[in-house]
């Protein structure tokens, strides 16, 4: 399996731990638990990171999800979401 193969899942998890992060941040928000926030906050930190690492071999003529991801970046505010769904959907 190559380098580039390998990378995907884990951006795919980036960005599901992301959400989850976002999610949790809403909820402490909202219930003004600090907990919540905190964690929410530092999820959403690793996945970032995690993002930057998956992607940077990343080929999105060949490894993207187009406008399905761009829509989804959008959704969640995810600017790497929408930059890597618009450049793999004009490939």
């Given at each position: 399996?190559s ?51 998956a ?21 969640v505010?995810c600017?790497?979401m ?10």
């Open positions: 399996m380098a580039s193969s390998q990378n995907q899942p884990g951006l795919v998890a980036s960005h599901a731990q992301y959400v989850k992060g976002a999610a949790e941040e809403t909820v402490g928000n909202v219930t003004g638990s600090e907990a919540w926030k905190a964690s929410g906050a530092q999820d959403k930190s690793q996945a970032v990171d995690a993002m930057k690492s992607s940077q071999n990343r080929d999105p003529s060949s490894q993207g999800y187009g406008g399905i991801e761009e829509k989804a970046g959008n959704l505010g600017e790497g929408q930059k890597e769904g618009a450049e793999s959907k004009q490939q």
